[in-house]
């Protein structure tokens, strides 16, 4: 399975914006980008997903690489809610395939925000 | 909306008796998941399921099995409770396999 790394930690002050980076270089090309989220005492929560355009929903934007080695999960204006462990993980997008539908989580990026 | 849910979200049992962790969504997806999470290991999975009646391993399966016998039910029992098997169970369910998870509230399972 392909790995995604990530920064253990990132620190953001309220309503400014937050870059939360992930590195997979070894994404192929049916592979999909997800983000989940975890706050504390409580199961993950999806983000966002992408392929290979940029993606914007109302939580996050998903802004991928051209070589989609990289990618960065924006968080417009951060709160105190958005205090959580960000998961970067990739998918097999191939149907039917071995891994098809799991999801592997890796350490993820705990994102503090301060007041 | 009910959604996803998990029973009991507590217990606390003995090395070598069995318990089982339910797991009920609402939504009829396909796919229903089963992970673990522990401080320095993260989220792991033990078992998922496609559909009814079709199951396989995860990266941990090892003391754990499972069962669907209903689309909306995917029960995870550990025959014979380890201490090792102290954890947080979190059970997820999807639409299909596109990597939209929805998870439960966890149950906190200790093992004495």
């Given amino acids: 399975d392909a790995k995604t790394t990530q920064p253990n930690s990132m620190e953001s002050n309220e309503e400014e914006p937050v870059h939360l980076p992930c590195n997979h270089s070894t994404i192929s090309g049916t592979d999909y980008i997800h983000w989940y989220r975890q706050l504390p005492s409580q199961g993950p929560e999806y983000v966002i997903h992408g392929l290979t355009s940029n993606v914007n929903n109302r939580m996050a934007s998903l802004a991928i690489a051209e070589d989609r080695k990289s990618s960065t999960l924006i968080l417009h204006r951060a709160t105190l809610r958005d205090a959580a462990v ?3 993980i990739l998918r097999d997008g191939i149907a039917g395939g071995t891994s098809y539908g799991k999801l592997t989580f890796g350490q993820g990026t705990i994102l503090t925000v301060h007041p | ?5 998990q029973s009991p979200r507590y217990k606390i049992t003995e090395t070598g ?5 339910m797991c009920h969504q609402t939504w009829s997806h396909s796919y229903m998941f089963w992970y673990r999470q ?3 290991h993260g989220l792991r999975l033990i078992y998922y ?3 009814a009646d079709i199951t396989d391993k995860g990266e941990v399966p090892d003391g754990y099995v499972v069962s ?4 909306e039910n995917f029960p995870l029992t550990l025959e014979s409770a380890t201490r090792s098997q102290t954890s947080v169970y979190f059970c997820a369910s999807s639409m299909l396999g596109t990597g939209e ?3 439960g509230e966890g149950s906190r399972l200790t093992v004495l």
């Avoid at chain 2, 008796?17 to 962790?21: D, E, F, Y």
């Avoid at chain 2, 669907?68 to 689309?71: A, E, F």
Wanted: aromatic content about 16%.
């Fill in chain 1, 86 to 88: 960000y998961y970067c």
């Fill in chain 2, 1 to 5: 909306d009910a959604g996803i849910t």
């Fill in chain 2, 17 to 21: 008796r069995q318990v089982t962790l």
């Fill in chain 2, 101 to 103: 998870l929805f998870f």
């Fill in chain 2, 49 to 51: 399921s496609a559909a």
């Fill in chain 2, 38 to 40: 522990d401080l320095g």
């Fill in chain 2, 68 to 71: 669907r016998s209903k689309t």
